[in-house]
């Protein structure tokens, strides 16, 4: 296939290269005749002397004028012959057949609607790049030896249907820059020297590439959106075919701004290569941030892109965001560009010059995405790993093919091995969004160390059941179908501080193997109006892919209740804990809210929440067990009373604090961890708190000093 390619483009090649020397055979030989001087001849009466040739008919048509073709056999002598019945460039056209690509002039002019005329200026301006000899004639045709350039005066005398509309800044040679004018102090600009844009040039010798003023801006989307081993997903593929049947209808008319809504958008990448791969077009990206701020460079910019577009042919690719949206510079460089432009916007864009087309693009469901998992694994055993998969992770669909791919090649393993190492793959691809958002925390705390109430241990295994379930009861079950809310699981986990709520989150991640990120309230509320749902949306939509729990600690700041309406300030406030409201009923994952103050929460949220979990002040039992495991197995501890330990009337987070403390004064002094050595650090926790001491509890028959004799 490849070989046969390269020959269909071999040929081309040198059918162009003996069109482009017919025809500049045919414009040397007009200015060679243009050029030589007439002998004086008979005049009439009233007619000066040497005045036998006729003025140039001028015309103001405005469709390009029909090609009259001529047969052209690459490589024959005759192909560098000009016949002489031939009035214009395109005269010399070859007959179209289907199937077969007309020469580089042909298709400018039938992709630019060029008319005769501005194809001979076109010629005329490509032989003085092509031929030496074409400058000395040109000079000598104006009767000017410093005038040895093409010109627009010397076209209109030069060729036979001249049309002053060519002249016209909305014409092809001027409004897309097909031309250079150097128009210097009062020189009029039929007497300006004219020149070819390199890149059009180099279009008519055969040579078809991005211009390289635009290839810094431009970067093609990633080919691997169409390296897929299996179909696209059905709601993909109803998208590719709601584009193409909606475009089609323009054809002909100026093409629509496709807008593509939603927050997705690797999903959407994919859906536009696949239908600018049924199109035939080359998708290019441009980032708003390097468009140039000054108006007439936006105005260079697009009038380059239009032309690209018409000449490779391109589409490209912009993704707009809020303030690129509000720019009026923006939009108007938006309805300036011509071509098909696909917009890459969240929300319905108004205001545009072109028309716009709007359409949805979301990724694909759970449901699909089961779809994708079980036939990208097909074969390896691990095909029972795709509903857990599905319903953990959310991913677009290029990805997902990615990772299988990867995940299958990196090594042998059963089917288990290749679902943990699916797994990591997946929880990798999501950090990276999130880790810019929230600080990730490495679980280690594990079951056995944690200490509640059995009520609100069986309260814990219960979310934790129901995140690992979610597959079996709302795809399989179908419960996913009878409901309107998020899928999401979300808790409030409420007590004092110290009680056991970090720990217990990160329990829940280390038995789900997921990610858990603690929010960070600071970088997420913002005294500006609307920032903290932008901040908000952005954290949730990463979190969406990885599945990570999220821990919002002190949640009562941000969760807090509504208040009424005393002025702006609270409006908008409210505005805020409505989105919050929304935004987690419509998670996919786990969210878990931590707050000292329970009834600070606005009462409408609590209704909102699936699980509420008391984490109580450890009664004496529960810090005793809590005492025995804050020492590791390896720690060197001597002659610990835990029973009178237990007696601190302290939380576990304080407990903790004690037994580090008191660990590091016994490397101090180079000794076992003892009772003295407990009490001490006891005895600073308490300072600490500003609770009072009384020295009975702290005293013990033994001491320590600091040099590490006992006393």
Known sequence: MKEDIDQAELKWAEANAAYLARALAWLRARLEQFATPKPPAASPPGTALGTEMKPPRFSWKRTPAKAVAAPLVPGSTAAAQAPAH??????????????????????????????????????????????????????????????????????????????????????PLRSLRLLEITQTGAQPLTASALRLDERVLNYLKGLNYLDERLAPLLTPLPPQALAVDVPLPPSHRRAVDELLQRLRRHNGKRLPVVQLLGPDTPTKELVVQVLARELRLQVHHLAVQQLPPQPY????????????????????????DETAAQNPAFTGFLGRLGGMLFLDTREPRAGLASPALAIDIARADSGEQQAAWNAALKGSGAEISAPRLAAQFDIDFARLQQLARSAREAGDGDAEQLHQRLWDACLASARPRMDALAARLKPKASWDDLVLPPLEMELLRQIAAQVGQRGTVYQQWGFASRMNRGLGINALFAGDSGTGKTMAAEVLANDLRLDLYRIDLSAVVSKYIGETEKNLRRMFDAAEDGGAILFFDEADALFGKRSEVRDSHDRYANIEINYLLQRMESYRGLAILATNMKSALDAAFLRRLRFVVNFPFPAAAERKAIWRKAFPASAPVERLDFDRLARLNLTGGHIHNIAINAAFLAARANVPITMPLAMDAARSEFRKLERPINEADFRCQETVSSTGARL
């Open 86 to 171: 031939a009035r214009s460039v395109a005269d010399l056209a070859p007959p179209s057949e289907d199937g077969v690509t007309p020469p580089a002039l042909v298709l400018l002019a039938q992709r630019l609607g060029l008319y005769p005329f501005e194809q001979d200026i076109l010629l005329l301006c490509a032989a003085m790049e092509l031929d030496t000899r074409v400058a000395a004639l040109c000079a000598q045709a104006q009767g000017d030896p410093g005038r040895p350039y093409p010109s627009f005066a010397l076209a209109l005398a030069l060729f036979s249907d001249p049309a002053w509309g060519a002249l016209s800044p909305e014409r």
């Open 297 to 320: 460079e936006l105005d260079a910019l697009a009038r380059l892109w239009q032309r690209e577009s018409l000449l490779l042919p391109l589409a490209l690719y912009l993704e707009v």
